[in-house]
């Protein structure tokens, strides 16, 4: 059983540039959600995908967008980035079965340095 | 809005011994689940374990228990028998019954000593 990859590792960007951080969910899964981990603080969830579409958001603004793929893969785009957006970015893919929840399995993160 | 508070920041505990970790959480919701997961500095977030609100029973997985106490809205983790490789990085998270997005508390960073 594959478990949850992300790229890149560690990814260092411009104020303003845009950035797209992947995520192959793991196999089985049909789900993925996003976090933005700051240092020393907990992962604050920014959105999930399910289906193809964004499933629910945190409160994130739009430049924050997703996209998921047929095969469960998911994308995350930040445009115009700001300092703040420095932060280790987490996906967790899960499988989806209806009623209930489901648990969360986690990437090992990508590193986002803004400068 | 559901929170999670983790009221220490850091916890030291000597091999071989049980260390409590503390959770407490606020929601109106009645039906929910709650969770551990650790943080290795390696920063891969692994799943501890899972309570479900409905079940009195607390949840077990080898060496770590939890002791859940709905009405007092606490879940606290214990690590029976700690070794060096549970030194990490511990969250307490939180998801209501019919959501999709976990809460997290600010986490509790645990050095297990030789």
């Known amino acids: 059983e594959t478990g949850v990859t992300q790229s890149p590792t560690h990814l260092i960007k411009t104020r303003g540039q845009q950035v797209t951080l992947r995520c192959s969910s793991q196999s089985g899964h049909n789900t993925v959600s996003w976090y933005q981990q700051a240092l020393g603080q907990g992962p604050q969830f920014i959105f999930q995908y399910y289906r193809e579409e964004e499933n629910g958001r945190g409160n994130f603004p739009p430049r924050f967008s997703g996209l998921q793929f047929p095969n469960y893969s998911s994308e995350l785009n930040v445009n115009a980035l700001e300092l703040d957006d420095s932060a280790l970015y987490l996906c967790?893919?899960?499988?989806?079965?209806?009623?209930?929840?489901?648990?969360?399995?986690f990437g090992p993160g990508t590193r986002l340095t803004v400068l | 809005a559901q929170t999670v508070t983790q009221s220490q920041p850091e916890m030291s505990v000597q091999e071989a011994e049980t260390v409590t970790l503390s959770c407490t959480y606020d929601?109106?919701?009645?039906?929910?689940?709650l969770f551990w997961y650790k943080q290795p500095p390696s920063r891969q977030m692994i799943l501890v374990i899972r309570q479900e609100a409905y079940k009195q029973q607390n949840a077990t997985e080898n060496r770590f228990s939890v002791n859940f106490q709905k009405a007092a809205k606490s879940f606290s983790l214990k690590i029976s028998d700690s070794q060096l490789g549970d030194t990490a990085m511990y969250f307490c998270?939180?998801?209501?019954?019919?959501?999709?997005?976990?809460?997290f508390g600010k986490g509790t960073s645990l050095l297990v000593t030789p």
């Open positions: 998270a939180f998801m209501i019954n019919s959501g999709y997005a976990l809460n």
């Open positions: 967790a893919s899960s499988f989806r079965r209806g009623a209930g929840i489901d648990t969360q399995y």
């Open positions: 929601t109106s919701e009645n039906n929910y689940y």
